[in-house]
């Protein structure tokens, strides 16, 4: 088998936070010098995210990105080469009644508003969650009222509250959401979000696979938390690292070690083994 193009026919597509991410937010040199080794053979590799592109970026300027990035969940791929969006998804109108909703019956949620040409959330309410997602990804502070113009169509709005307590509001959503063409996810145990329908991490990597040319039975997915569900369930290679939400660990074709321990390394260094083993 010739080695310069071992990962030529494959797409690794890697969550962040819980997955290519250590607990400080980092990147370790593990992961590093495992995905330039998959790019340098051949291998296409990119970020799956509940982020924005502002605040990937950082990430992006490190890593051998080497093909458009998935951000807000799904709703949106980014590439960051041509600096402009490829697919975008965007939430109905109808969402602005579900969130009265939502507030009407729990006033005290922290509340971010994504735009579609914002560079960073518009804060409708902020709470300590708020206040410490809005530090862990350097967004500046934008507040505003319902009633305020806001740019629209809206991409995703995000509800933040103590795990808890957010509980209580995921049991209720549906109810809340009416007829509205939304979907819920929980994206960590202190966030959720409404997202358009159609638009999880699962539909855009299925709109990547075609626009890079990688069969969906060649693209590698990994992840942690319940946004990268439908993610792990498309892909022909699904993966969970050790610390997924257990929904993940049952739906997986494979699990990898947890995401302090260079997980994504971990997972090239299986690809390969399974390469050699299988002829692949």
Known sequence: MNQSGLFSDYLLVTDMDGTLL???????????????????????????????????????????????????????????????????RTLPASCRNVLKRVLERFPELGVEIYARDGHAPYILQDNETTERHRRIEGFALQTIRLTDALSEPWIKILFA???????EVSAAVNELTGDAEVVWVRSDDKYLEMLPQGATKGHALEQLSRQVGVPMERCVAMGDHLNDLEMIRRAGIGIAVANAHPKLLQSAVHSCKHHNEHAVADVIAWLEERIKQRGW
Do not use: C, M
């Open 22 to 88: 250590n607990s400080e937010k980092d990147i370790s040199p593990e992961n590093l010098a495992a995905i330039e080794r998959f790019t340098q053979h051949g291998g296409r590799f990119t970020l799956a995210t509940g982020r924005i592109a502002s605040s990937v970026r950082r990430y992006v300027n490190r890593l051998p990105v080497n093909a458009p990035v998935i951000l807000s969940n799904g709703a949106v791929i980014y590439d960051y080469e041509r600096e402009e969006s490829l697919w975008v």
């Open 161 to 167: 509250w103590e795990p808890a307590w957010l509980d």
